[in-house]
């Protein structure tokens, strides 16, 4: 575990979440743990210190030049770990996993439950299964979701043949 110094969250979850996870994190590892927030949403979650801390929202960098003038001040306040959630809401997606992506920091994964894992080898095996669990190929539903996978690019053969017939059929009526 990397030593912490600072903690870049990405609020891409409810903030429910993150009203307990702030106190857990600060009750847990530091009381005094500068936590950074990214966020979409008005407001901080409960447990945010702003004096502490920094919140960025991402409707303040919506062009190319403001999002990369936001990841050169998050590398230069040298985040020792990133956090993100992975949940079942499709909140800030590409910008938890390009913010993941560009910086030099540990990436901690937080679950729906409040639970978290580093990402990294030691972790692999429940990483797999994270990533099975939420594609739906894990538990009673697997043969089915496998099952779909499989015949896809069937029905979509026969699809695409169905609609070239009908408009042959048309085409030669005219």
Excluded at 1 to 8: K, N, Q, S, T
Excluded at 22 to 43: M, Q, S, Y
Aim: with cysteine.
């Amino acid at each position: 575990m990397p030593p912490l110094g600072r903690v870049l969250l990405v609020e891409s979850g409810g903030r429910q979440l993150y009203n307990k996870l702030i106190p857990h994190f600060r009750e847990h590892w530091k009381a005094d743990l500068e936590i950074d927030l990214v966020t979409c949403f008005a407001g901080t979650p409960e447990g945010f210190d702003s004096g502490n801390g920094k919140v960025y929202r991402v409707s303040d960098y919506a062009t190319p030049e403001a999002r990369a003038r936001l990841l050169a001040e998050l590398r230069a306040r040298n985040h020792a770990v990133i956090g993100v959630l992975c949940t079942a809401e499709p909140v800030m997606t590409k910008w938890k996993w390009w913010l993941a992506w560009k910086l030099p920091a540990k990436l901690l994964i937080v679950n729906e439950n409040g639970d978290y894992f580093w990402a990294d080898r030691s972790n692999l095996g429940l990483i797999a299964h994270f990533a099975l669990y939420r594609a739906g190929l894990t538990g009673p539903e697997a043969m089915k979701s496998a099952a779909r996978l499989f015949f896809f690019p069937f029905t979509l053969l026969y699809l695409i043949l169905f609609a070239a017939a009908a408009h042959a059929k048309r085409s030669l009526r005219a």
